[in-house]
């Protein structure tokens, strides 16, 4: 019995993460409102039913999907402490931020797109979990600079120059290759863009 559910419980995460896998590319080709339930279900290779089973609708699937890239992009500095040193902890997390660039641009696509027009599905989660998560790590910045570690910057501003800086390598990707010459960004373009980033910022906050 333990088996089977098992066996149904990979099946399920199977299929859920191949619709979302085909939502993702869905939805970053024709936005929110282009997107098509029955085209996802072409691209993850599954009947329709199938995506209906997992989630009631289309927007039921884009929230969802919506919540994995805030989730992934939020775990990378969510133990984030004022014992940590800003150093170390601020370098991991430019590293984390332009690998997600790297790896999986469409989120960044998705998420931009989203918040371009008004964010009507992140309202509530703006209002509440975003604005609480965002003050928790400007208070553990602030404790950053009453200790010395780093200069008496707007932690807000810091994380925004942080987000904007990194994402710009996704959302703006064809603009960067065309200013950069190049078909595409290479694995050392892209440790590249992790040194300059980090080397600037750091700067900017009087770390050496």
């Known amino acids: 019995m333990s088996s089977a559910k098992s066996q149904d419980g990979n099946i399920r995460q199977k299929n859920k993460a191949l619709i979302l896998t085909a939502a993702k590319k869905e939805f970053v080709t024709y936005g929110f409102k282009g997107a098509s339930?029955?085209?996802?279900?072409?691209?993850?290779?599954?009947?329709?039913?199938?995506?209906?089973?997992?989630?009631?609708?289309?927007?039921?699937?884009?929230?969802?999907?919506?919540?994995?890239?805030?989730?992934t992009w939020n775990q990378?500095?969510?133990?984030?402490?004022?014992?940590?040193?800003?150093?170390?902890?601020?370098?991991a997390y430019i590293r984390a931020k332009v690998m997600y660039s790297k790896t999986d641009p469409d989120a960044s696509r998705i998420f931009a797109s989203e918040i371009?027009?008004?964010?009507?599905?992140?309202?509530?989660?703006?209002a509440k979990e975003f604005k609480e998560w965002v003050q928790g790590k400007t208070a553990v910045i602030q404790s950053w600079i009453d200790q010395g570690q780093i200069n008496p910057v707007n932690p807000y501003h810091l994380l925004f120059l942080i987000w904007g800086a990194s994402q710009h390598y996704a959302d703006f990707n064809v603009q960067?290759?065309?200013?950069?010459?190049?078909?595409e960004m290479s694995n050392d373009d892209y440790e590249d863009v992790v040194t300059s980033l980090t080397s600037i910022i750091l700067s900017g906050c009087g770390i050496k």
């Open 37 to 71: 339930i029955k085209r996802i279900a072409e691209r993850a290779n599954i009947p329709r039913t199938n995506i209906h089973y997992y989630y009631k609708n289309k927007i039921d699937l884009y929230q969802q999907l919506l919540n994995d890239i805030l989730e």
């Open 76 to 91: 990378r500095f969510d133990t984030l402490t004022a014992e940590d040193n800003a150093k170390e902890a601020l370098t």
């Open 116 to 126: 371009i027009h008004g964010a009507p599905h992140l309202k509530p989660y703006l």
């Open 176 to 183: 960067v290759l065309s200013a950069m010459d190049k078909q």
